[in-house]
């Protein structure tokens, strides 16, 4: 089995930055689309932005321009630079990812535990 591993979260004022990684616990054999997704309370969960395993990626109108998502293949991590944090950032921010584990597995989505991003003065 595997998971996702989430980190980088934490308090921010407005206009700061804050980098969150996302690595798997143990090596994998191929992850194709990587994500990232948050939840504010009181909201349904929503997609950021993702990146497919060319380096295409897919942003949200909200972060256009602010975030920036990148993925390391050889160290299995998704990274999500975050710059002019807004307070309507506060979230959850779960990492997401189709992992195929082994070479004769099929690939399945996988979600992070999740890490609280908080903008506030």
């Known amino acids: 089995q595997v998971q996702l591993v989430e980190s980088g979260g934490g308090l921010v004022q407005p206009g700061g930055s804050l980098r969150l990684s996302c690595a798997t616990s143990?090596?994998?054999?191929?992850?194709?689309?990587m994500a990232w997704y948050r939840q504010a309370p009181g909201k349904r969960r929503e997609l950021v932005v993702d990146?497919?395993?060319?380096?295409?990626?897919n942003y949200a109108d909200s972060v256009k321009g602010r975030f920036t998502i990148s993925r390391d293949n050889a160290k299995d991590t998704v990274y999500l630079q975050m710059n002019s944090l807004k307070p309507e950032d506060t979230a959850v921010y779960y990492c997401?990812?189709?992992?195929?584990?082994?070479?004769?597995?099929?690939?399945?989505?996988?979600w992070g535990q999740g890490t609280q991003v908080t903008v506030s003065s």
């Open positions: 143990r090596r994998v054999f191929r992850i194709y689309t």
């Open positions: 990146i497919g395993s060319g380096g295409r990626t």
């Open positions: 997401n990812a189709d992992i195929q584990v082994t070479s004769d597995s099929g690939s399945q989505n996988y």
